[in-house]
């Protein structure tokens, strides 16, 4: 039978990666827009947080599926 809890909350390791990921991807938010040597541009920080989305994905499709860009 499948579960349906993400392993991000059962597996240490998943967690670690994809925190990681998550991390990497606040990191370039935070630093979007203050012309600092981490400001990557809009473009380049959106084309980023759509190559970890596409990693988490492999990593834990349950996850992914939570964290995901809804449009309402």
Known sequence: MKSNIPKYYTDQSIKDKIDSLL??????ISALGTKS???LGEKQ???DWKHIEREIKKID??????????DD
């Not at 499709?61 to 809804?70: A, E, M, S, T």
């Open 23 to 28: 991390q990497t991807n606040a990191t370039n």
């Open 61 to 70: 499709p349950l996850f992914y599926d939570i964290i995901r860009k809804q």
């Open 37 to 39: 040597s981490q400001d």
């Open 45 to 47: 920080t959106k084309s």
